[in-house]
């Protein structure tokens, strides 16, 4: 059933109707485009690494590669919470009170 699926003459077409939809102008740049997402796929799936990635963390000087993160020098970001003010329920109360 799918033997022969692309053929020269398959090819052909698809070229041509790409032609029509992209026009002369862009064509160029979608197969650009394509060419690098094969590219970026076929790098994904060797394995290899781009130099863009963030590298791993370095080994502490005795090997274990948590020590550097367990550092005691550094202090714990403390989460900041803003004072609640005593009137704001009161509000709360005698707008209820009134009725409305």
């Known amino acids: ?41 076929r790098n994904s799936i060797s394995g290899e690494h781009r130099e863009d990635q963030v590298p791993s963390v370095p080994p502490a000087a005795d090997g274990s590669p948590g020590a550097l993160l367990e550092s005691p020098d550094v202090a714990a970001p403390t989460p900041e919470t803003s004072p609640v003010s005593a009137a704001s329920p009161g509000r709360r109360e005698e707008a209820s009170d009134s009725g409305w």
């Open 1 to 41: 059933m799918f033997t022969n699926i692309l053929q020269p003459t398959h090819l052909l077409i698809v070229l041509i109707v790409a032609l029509v939809l992209l026009g002369p102008r862009r064509l160029p740049d979608a197969g650009r485009a394509l060419g690098q997402g094969l590219k970026e796929f």
